[in-house]
């Protein structure tokens, strides 16, 4: 009995511990595989940030390109989506570095679907080019410039700003599983001198298994040629991945 516990307390003896911890670290990236597919519900939402009944839309994205070089950076994935509400067929590209997710044109989707703004621009699109949607290393509290730009329009330009803050991870359920995301707020601001503003935010949930997990694009307010304009809200969230 004395030779067993002389030899427990032998070896305890030669550890120790140096006050480091051991947790793997964060992941800095979320990783693409050609041919998955995330299966995502939007839906128009109001200005208490309810669903609006008859406007939900699923939408199919599937992994087309994995990895390539595109609009000027590299390791860029491309999805291709496409809607059950009839909508066109449209395409997202997420590029990575060092633990940052660019979404190309983030924050633009409802200034896109309204028709005055449109307007504007010929009745095409406006492009902002990459927005620095989330940082998977982000720390709660840390705050970032997502994109301050000169968007060209066919009748002259507006400035549009986007300034990012970290809120606390937080998790969501997707295929009956809680994930863990890190959750940013954006205040996405368009405007120019002689038209007026528009702003709005933006919460955002990106999740290293699977990307973007939730998208809220609050109601957006201002004045557009002196007259009170909103921009419709809506919610987009992550039902599945397969």
């Known amino acids: 009995m004395f030779s067993l516990l002389a030899t427990v307390l032998i070896a305890l003896a030669g550890c120790s511990y140096d006050g480091t911890s051991t947790m793997p670290p964060a992941p800095t990236k979320v990783t693409y595989t050609q041919g998955t597919t995330y299966t995502y519900y939007e839906t128009r939402i109001d200005s208490s940030d309810a669903p609006i009944q008859g406007t939900g839309d699923t939408i199919t994205s599937k992994v087309v390109i994995a990895d390539t070089s595109l609009l000027g950076k590299t390791h860029v994935t491309i999805l291709a989506n496409t809607h059950s509400n009839g909508a066109a067929n449209d395409t997202t590209y997420i590029a990575q570095d060092s633990g940052k997710f660019w979404h190309y044109n983030y924050g633009l989707e409802s200034y896109n679907t309204n ?3 449109l307007s504007f621009n010929g009745g095409k699109p406006l492009v902002c080019g990459w927005v620095l949607q989330g940082k998977l290393d982000a720390q709660q509290g840390s705050v970032w410039e997502a994109i301050h ?14 300034d990012a803050q970290e809120a606390g991870d937080e998790q969501l359920t997707v295929n009956g599983a809680k994930v863990t995301t890190k959750h940013s707020i954006h205040q996405v601001t368009a405007s120019n001198a002689l038209l007026g503003s528009v702003s709005g935010p933006v ?3 990106v999740a290293a298994d699977f990307g973007v997990v939730r998208n809220v694009v609050h109601l957006a307010k201002g004045t557009v040629n002196g007259g009170a304009i909103r921009l419709d809200g809506r919610q987009t969230i992550l039902l599945k991945k397969s």
């Open 115 to 117: 028709a005055q703004i």
């Open 203 to 205: 919460d955002t949930y």
């Open 149 to 162: 730009a000169t968007v060209t329009l066919s009748f002259g330009s507006i400035d549009l700003k986007d």
